[in-house]
């Protein structure tokens, strides 16, 4: 079956430190990729998503790259703010059959000032 | 343009009670997908449904738990006789009718925190 794994948080870092969090999956065919982000007590919100190899999604300084070489979707953001902080989701999603998406655990962001 | 709403926000019930979740979805989106999340934990999925058809429910569990969109109103999620375990956050997400092929983006609702006693 499909399956998202991600790195295990929390990640803490200084405000305008450089962030990765990693993500890599495992699908049967060519998934479309998104990271959402959750923000205390509230729902998802989509971040930003790839449909297709080498794609590049970005979003408020945030960016991935759909590497199908590697079977992953590495989340950057050069400069990290205090506001970043949330939890973050990678997920896929498959463009025939199942359409649902299936998440990885999610990976805390605490930025301290 | 409204967001997908969900309500309650939070829902509190006794053991052996109903618990009964709605979803509207975002104006001129006809597909319902519904996950829960533990805590601590990702989201998992339950049920994908479009107005008056369950397309995929293999994420449900096969006892207590229903789903249903009917062709007015709201998707309704309803879990009979609710136990501890039961105790999570229930996220309803919706897309636009698809086409044949691609992947149409899902925009989530804030959620329903259910707290079984």
């Known amino acids: 079956g499909n399956s998202v794994t991600q790195m295990e948080g929390p990640v803490t870092l200084s405000e305008e430190a450089f962030l990765t969090i990693n993500c890599t999956y495992t699908?049967?065919?060519?998934?479309?990729l998104f990271w959402y982000v959750q923000y205390p007590g509230e729902g998802l919100q989509l971040l930003l998503k790839a449909t297709k190899a080498d794609d590049k999604g970005s979003n408020k300084g945030f960016e991935a790259t759909y590497r199908k070489e590697t079977t992953s979707f590495h989340l950057e953001k050069g400069s990290v703010q205090v506001s970043d902080s949330a939890v973050y989701f990678c997920?896929?999603?498959?463009?025939?059959?199942?359409?649902?998406?299936?998440f990885g655990s999610g990976t805390r962001l605490q930025v301290q000032p | 343009n409204a967001g997908v709403m969900q309500n309650p926000r939070h829902l509190v019930r006794r053991r052996g009670q109903e618990a009964r979740l709605r979803c509207s979805p975002m104006k001129g989106h006809s597909h319902v997908y519904w996950y829960r999340q533990l805590p601590e934990e990702g989201l998992k999925f339950m049920v994908y449904?479009?107005?008056?058809?369950?397309?995929?429910e293999s994420g449900m569990p096969k006892e207590r738990f229903s789903a249903e969109f009917p062709k007015e109103g709201p998707s309704i999620l309803r879990i009979q006789q609710v136990v501890r375990g039961d105790s999570a956050a229930y996220f309803c997400?919706?897309?636009?009718?698809?086409?044949?092929?691609?992947?149409?983006?899902?925009?989530f609702g804030p959620g329903t925190r259910l707290t079984v006693l």
């Open positions: 699908a049967t065919g060519y998934p479309s």
């Open positions: 997920a896929l999603a498959m463009d025939t059959g199942r359409r649902a998406l299936t």
């Open positions: 449904l479009q107005k008056e058809n369950i397309i995929d």
């Open positions: 997400a919706s897309s636009p009718m698809t086409c044949a092929s691609g992947t149409d983006t899902q925009y």
